[in-house]
Structure formats: C-alpha cells, structure tokens
C-alpha cells in the first residue's frame, strides 16, 4: 500500500497451476512425447511459464513449431529456452515469440540473415526443450 495520500494497491489476482505444454501448428503426423510438464504463476496481468517437452518420436511432421501457453498473450513477446540431445543441426540462437491465441512459436535468430520460424524438419524427433517465458494478458 502507499503512504500518505496515495490510493491503495492491494494484490487481488495472484494463480498458480500446472499445465501441459504440447506442441500445435504442426500437421500431417505425430509426436511421441516422453515426458511434458509445466508450471505458470499468474500476478495480476503478468503471466510467468516454466515448461519442459521431452520427445521420443516423431514423423511427417509439417508446419511451424508452436507450444500452448496457459494464457493469451496480450502482445507479442519473446522467451528463452534451451533444447539439448538434437537430432538436427540448428546454425544460431533459438527463441520463442508469442503469437495470437494461448501459443509461442520457435524461432531461430540467424548470423547470415533474418529470423525464421522452425518446423519439425529443423528441430527433429527426438529432443528434450526447456523454456520460460514471461508475458502480459
């Protein structure tokens, strides 16, 4: 609260769950997952996500990578994530953007040119994501 003559800020709108974070945009065939856990807090209109997306498998995928989020972004914003045991070679930075609907796309940022959407022809089949984002609804 303020001092003195301010108006009062009391924290009315604090949430925290779980989800499960899978990936969309793709078509035309299937991932096996091994493992999908994610956990978000939710303070007002601010939205912080912690996930993790474990696959085994993976096949006639086509399309840009998407991960659900527990909440529609208001705007779009960029994240942070790690992904190890690749099946594919990635030549720069990996990031996440949010785009329209509860969803993050992956993006790869390039040294010879502009940033650009993967697929699951980037990414590959098996692989282990990390990702955090932080966000406004």
Known sequence: A???TGTSELL???EEGDFTPAYQGVSGGS???GSQTGTYAKIGNMVNVRG???TSAGSGLTGNIEINLPYAPATNT???LMVSNLTK???SQLTMFTVSG???R???FRNNGPYAAKTYANLGSVHTLFFSISYLV
């Open 89 to 91: 070679t990635v030549d």
């Open 52 to 54: 993790e997306i474990t």
């Open 102 to 104: 509860a969803k993050t």
């Open 2 to 4: 303020t001092a003195g």
């Open 78 to 80: 960029p994240g942070s």
């Open 106 to 108: 992956l993006y790869e």
């Open 31 to 33: 991932w096996t997952y």
């Open 12 to 14: 009315d709108d604090y």
